[in-house]
């Protein structure tokens, strides 16, 4: 049995959750899916390797008041911590299965032909290997990396109650800002036409919304009518607005977990974006999310000496 | 929205009840001039802004917007106007990112007492607007639905 399915039944046999929520293989070659176990039996399929890309939290503001036990990367344990500092969860429901994270990959990176023609796929030391009928291809991990892993600052979880240990090398960290840097070079205009092209596609299925952890409100302002802010006849003005809302709704609390991202059926990427408001948010505000369950939320709160040079 | 010689900026500002709004009081009984493209939405305090209402403005075709409050420690709720910097500064350095004009968007505190300031302010925001042109980014075209 696997370390973390031997965890999960013990947890569940001793009657510390009423249900723990992992990971287990899909159908899907390269992308495990998310399984919930209730009883000890259930908890055999419980898996961690370097296909278990999904932040798991998302899913627990609904079992909020019940004993939970989650797997969590280091994204997902602060993703965690902001649902955390935002009384979304309390520390005493939960038990946090720590997973030391070398970075996990998505098929998201290779060409949509290419992934469709796999039979099966695994992923062994720092080597993809992919295989098609009888075609078998090996790929670096590294080619196949998402890229909030590129320049994850926080792989070790920062909550856990257990600890599972990676035996895979560790990554040099990239600079978190390149692709704020490089979007910033463009002339303002240009800027704004990027933003334009990149939403235009969007349909407005909020599927991206759904995904995240942080987007737990259940009462959206994308989904009101008195005011109606966007829609119902959906333009590039509105896929701009809602982008732009959503991006402020997330400052201060995105944690790159590249959920959003993942999910989108267009392939909309504005990974940039809440990356410029995270840099943002650690100039002005010297404030990076999800570290300190503690620590009130940063939009929540001031100091008397904030930066207010932009103002009149 | 006209011709270049003549174009007319819509600017909306957002002033709190107990200092700005006050403050553009005091410039009307003082009988300050300052431009006449300011429409004005009294709101209880500069806290109460909700950044969502600016980029709601600039989609539904105003060219500018405003919004001021009490100077940091005046807040007749003490600290409305220090959460309010924080949140405006992130929508501030939001827009600049992705190619809103500067100037688009202005912030200040004004207090009952500044009138002279207030009518400053509307005559710089709205020069600056003036000198940008008509908001384009952001608008929608098609017909609206409320
Ligand atoms: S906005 Fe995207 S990257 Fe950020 S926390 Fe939500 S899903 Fe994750
Ligand atoms: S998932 Fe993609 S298409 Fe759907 S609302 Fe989000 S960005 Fe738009
Ligand atoms: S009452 Fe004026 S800013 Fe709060």
């Known amino acids: 049995m696997t370390e973390p399915a031997s965890l999960a039944r013990s947890l569940l046999e001793e009657g510390r959750v009423e249900v723990v929520v992992g990971y287990r293989p899909g159908t899907l070659p390269l992308r495990a899916r998310p399984h919930f176990a209730f009883s000890p039996e259930q908890a055999a399929q419980f898996i961690w390797d370097r296909t278990c890309t999904p932040d798991l939290t998302v899913y627990l503001p609904r079992l909020k008041g019940r004993r939970v036990a989650v797997f969590v990367k280091g994204c997902d344990a602060r993703s965690l911590v902001v649902l955390l500092q935002e009384r979304q969860l309390s520390r005493e429901q939960l038990v946090v299965i720590g997973l030391e994270c070398p970075g996990v990959v998505t098929p998201d990176k290779l060409p949509p032909e ?42 070790d979880p920062v909550i856990q109650d257990y600890l599972i240990p990676t035996n895979c090398g560790r990554r040099e960290r990239e600079d978190p800002y390149g692709v704020v840097a490089q979007f910033e070079r463009l002339e303002r205009e240009e800027r704004w036409v990027r933003l334009e092209r990149e939403v235009a596609d969007c349909i407005g299925c909020y599927a991206c919304r759904q ?69 943002a948010v650690k100039e002005r505000f010297g404030y990076v999310p999800g570290l300190d369950p503690e620590a009130p939320p940063v939009l929540g709160t001031f100091r008397p000496e904030d930066p207010g040079d932009f103002i009149k | 929205m006209s011709g270049d010689g003549d174009f007319q900026p819509r600017v909306l500002a957002f002033l709190c009840h107990w200092c700005s709004y006050a403050g553009a009081d005091l410039a009307g009984i003082s009988r300050l001039q300052y431009p006449p493209n300011v429409r004005v939405v009294r709101v209880p305090c500069s806290g109460a802004v909700n950044p969502l209402w600016i980029l709601k403005a600039l989609q539904r075709g105003v060219d500018g917007v405003l919004v001021s409050g009490c100077h940091p420690g005046d807040c007749h709720y003490l600290a409305g106007n220090y959460v309010a910097r924080r949140r405006l500064a992130l929508l501030k350095d939001l827009l600049d990112y992705v190619g809103m004009e500067p100037g688009r968007v202005s912030f200040s505190w004004v207090s009952a007492a500044e009138g002279q300031k207030f009518a400053q302010i509307i005559r710089e925001v709205t020069e600056t607007v003036r000198a940008l042109g008509p908001g384009r980014k952001l608008v929608k075209e098609v017909a609206t639905d409320d």
């Open chain 1, 114 to 155: 290419q992934y469709q023609a796999l039979t099966s796929a695994t992923v062994e030391g720092e080597q993809v290997l992919l295989r098609g009928g009888s075609q078998l291809e090996r790929v670096p991990v590294e080619q196949l990396l998402a890229d909030p892993c590129r320049t994850c600052q926080h792989p």
């Open chain 1, 211 to 279: 995904a995240c952890p942080l987007c737990y409100c259940p009462d959206c302002f994308t989904d009101r009518f008195q005011p109606r802010w966007v829609g119902p006849i959906w333009s590039t003005s509105d896929a701009l607005f809602f982008h732009l809302a959503r991006a402020l709704h997330l400052a201060g609390r995105c944690v790159d977990c590249g959920a959003c991202v993942r999910a989108c059926p267009l392939g909309i990427d504005l990974r940039h974006v809440y990356k410029r408001l995270e840099q």
